[in-house]
């Protein structure tokens, strides 16, 4: 059996993950192939504690960190290899990328210090475990507020300050530049159907291998 396909979605809070998400699932589903739909920090019943503490409780910014791949090796442990290695589709919500985007581009993480944890939590003789995709769903801050305004309640990050926001947009946008192959930006701002026919496009050819 040929490993499944391990797709993420990023982006600034409001920028369109979970629309756009959901519409991926069922779009795989519709191939007849079998998809596990899940999120970081969270994804299993361990992760999903520690989310709770990671989006409330005011920590060290290392220690944020440490608990995001504490929560990413149990992710990855017991639900994303085990999944891929069944032969199924992984479509997550946020992995390393907004890691690097938000602890390292938002809060000024070390670089180094990200990079040890990435190896240490995904490191593998064959090389970085990382998806095989990754959509960056790009919008200004203005429209992610704007989308954000809708009577959500906000969590610790999506409190932060417009100049944060700004950094973690960049941080993506330069992760972006520097794996140009696993990443594509995609031009959030834009209708959902304009962007549901792109994330067709963009799958096309990842579905006809499986087929
Ligand atoms: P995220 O998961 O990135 O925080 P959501 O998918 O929850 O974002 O979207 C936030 C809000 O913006 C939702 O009300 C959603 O319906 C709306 N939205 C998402 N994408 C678009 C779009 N392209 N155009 C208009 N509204 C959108």
Same mark, same amino acid.
């Given at each position: 059996m040929t490993r499944g396909r391990f797709i993420s979605v990023e982006g600034l =809070? !409001?920028?369109g993950k979970s629309t756009h998400l959901q519409w991926l699932v069922e779009h795989v589903r519709q191939q007849q192939l079998s998809v596990v739909q899940t999120r970081e920090p969270g994804g299993t019943p361990l992760g999903e504690q520690l989310r709770t503490l990671l989006l409330n409780e005011a920590m060290h910014l290392e220690t944020e960190a440490l608990l995001m791949f504490a929560a990413r090796n149990e992710h990855i442990q017991q639900v994303i290899l085990p999944a891929l290695q069944r032969g199924e589709w992984v479509l997550c919500d946020r992995f390393t990328d907004a890691t690097y985007a938000y602890?390292? !581009? !938002? *809060? !000024?993480? =070390?670089l180094a210090k990200f990079s040890q944890l990435e190896h240490w939590v995904q490191g593998r003789p064959e090389g970085l475990l990382e998806p095989d995709l990754t959509l960056i769903f790009d919008v200004p801050l203005e429209v992610s507020k704007a989308r954000m305004a809708n009577g959500r309640v906000l969590d610790r990050f999506e409190r932060e300050q417009a100049d944060f926001h700004a950094r973690v947009r960049a941080a993506y946008l330069q992760r972006a530049k520097s794996a140009p192959q696993r990443i594509k930006v995609i031009d959030?701002? *834009?209708?959902i159907e304009a962007i549901q026919h792109e994330l067709a496009t963009i799958l096309g050819p990842w579905l006809q291998e499986q087929a």
């Open positions: =809070d !409001g920028a602890q390292c !581009g !938002g *809060r !000024g993480l =070390d959030a701002n *834009r209708s």
